[in-house]
């Protein structure tokens, strides 16, 4: 997966074990099975591995296993967005998998993602920390309060750089922001050290969801369908850089052929647009821009193994591949 | 409305307030929208009365108006089962107007499903109670357990009676005993009454839904659309009755025609196998039956105006004719 990850291995298995047994748990064998297809797709586990990463950074002694019920929670509420969004978009495969929509209809991942949440929020109860609680309950409400506006306007060839940045602050980075901001509050440190950790998930879940939206225009091998974003009519940074750079003529493609179905050279042709204005490497600026401020945050932390696995995080968003 | 919701008319004037100040106070117009929508389609808000009615019962002193967030997130988990399970069904009227997703689109009523509940459990956070907390989120996972398992069960003819009162338990009536176990437990009595509480929430829940599946067939004026579960091929106590008492030639007909598309006749001879069978007629017993058991589970409380307005709901609930 990624060297950071190695530090917290240990938790990380922690972690897979319970999430198993959840699965097996259920008394509806679709649910486990569906459950069990999640856990298998796997993910990188980022969400879990920063809570798990600024728990041991801030030396919490955590005796009740309240770090991995809160890592749990917050990958449980991670799958059940995109249990979701699967079925709004229609998306057929992530991270190189078939989706679970595609494998048992839209009905069984609405009902299973919303399973996934009310698991979700009884684990977080049994933590019996209100602050956890309520940085958990609002982050999800930002979360949606995302989706709703991504479907309200991303298919929206004029939407700006920052109805972007505000609908990817709310869909990916609050849940970024939360899984640090939930350690910090579980090891009870500083207003002050809590907002720093606060502010570096945020910008690091934004630069990480720049990368993701790149991806779906310049992966080679990347788990998902290249194109996914172009055809769902899905604007991105990458788009909107292009289409704010592109000439009458490209304006007018962008207007009439994008999100406009397969097997017509379309996306081919979005691509060289994009490759024309360099729209891959600004975007990256863009997200390397964020990933600046996001260690910046971390400045207040003296030295450690755990703050360079955080800084190690950035960098491998940054030049991942897939 | 009913008369035992007369007692509690104030709370219910409180909630009306809190619910509309929550759709005003969201900063996404297609939100508002929604949530104004459902409020305003109304429902009986059975739930929240029996919240108010069991919190005056056990004179619980409520300084903070947690029972007014208490009932209010009940109101909007119970508001976002029914977005999602219009989504499911496809329902086009429910209480005599359109579903947000005839009107909105599929999507909007996912998300905005997913947006109620997390707007419950902030609610809910907020009354910093953690039995409270524990009640509804464990009735939430149940409530969803039991839309998977009428999912995967309910369009099957040969299903059980015994299937049907496990996926009425879940999906509907574990909100009902939510309901009367979180004033209950707000209201800090021995954990005899708050059991006592439950089973009449339960029992009356099932007589509840039982009592909605036989209006669908028998309805004068319901606000679904007559016959909404048989085109759905979603068989209820009705057609499980029937199917049971049925000849051949009858079992031939609902294997074949059961769910049928409209305007072939399939529905009124459903029908009238249905009243051949006095199928109508038995499922009202078995609502009154667990009607019986809900007033028995009060005989341990003194006699007051609210213990007769629960058993008025109760009556109300097995007459209701919408």
Redesign the interface.
């Known amino acids: 997966m990624f060297e950071s990850s190695d530090l917290v291995s240990e938790d990380l298995k922690i972690l897979e074990n319970f999430l198993n047994n959840s699965s097996e748990n ?3 064998s ?2 486990s099975s569906v459950i069990s297809h999640l856990i298998k797709a796997g993910g990188k586990r980022l969400r879990p591995a920063l809570v798990f990463i600024v728990c041991k950074m801030l030396s919490y002694q955590d005796e009740e296993n309240k770090r991995i019920r809160v890592a749990a929670a917050i990958e449980f509420i991670h799958n059940a967005t995109l249990l ?1 969004d699967d ?2 978009d229609g998306g057929e495969l992530r991270r190189g998998v078939s989706t679970a929509n595609k494998i048992w209809g839209n ?2 991942s ?6 996934l ?3 979700a ?2 684990w977080l ?1 049994e933590c ?1 920390n ?1 602050d956890v ?2 940085i958990l ?2 982050s ?2 930002t979360i ?2 995302g ?3 991504q ?2 306007i991303c298919s929206n060839i004029t939407m700006t750089e920052q109805d972007y940045i505000d609908v990817v602050s709310a869909k990916t980075a609050a849940l970024f922001a939360a899984s640090c901001e939930a350690a910090a509050t579980l090891a009870k440190v500083s207003v002050e050290e809590r907002e720093a950790l606060k502010s570096f998930g945020v910008n690091f879940g934004i630069a990480f969801q720049i990368i993701d939206d790149v991806l779906d225009y310049s992966g080679e091998q990347s788990g998902k369908n290249l194109g996914n974003d172009f055809y769902n009519r899905k604007v991105t940074l990458p788009v909107i850089i292009s289409y704010d750079l592109a000439d009458e003529a490209e304006k007018e493609f962008w207007q009439s052929s994008f999100g406009k179905i397969k097997n017509c050279g379309n996306f081919q042709k979005a691509i060289s647009y994009i490759k024309n204005h360099k729209a891959i490497e600004l975007a990256k600026e863009k997200a390397e821009s964020y990933i600046k401020i996001a260690k910046e945050s971390l400045d207040i932390f003296p030295s450690s193994l755990y703050k360079t696995a955080l800084i190690n995080l950035l960098d491998f968003t940054l030049h991942r591949k897939l």
Chains 1, 2 share one sequence.
């Open positions: 259920s008394n509806i679709l649910v979701h079925v709004l009905k069984t609405i009902l299973v993602g919303d399973f949440l009310t698991m929020f009884q109860i019996e209100f609680l309520s309950s609002q999800s409400a949606v309060s989706e709703i506006k479907m309200l």
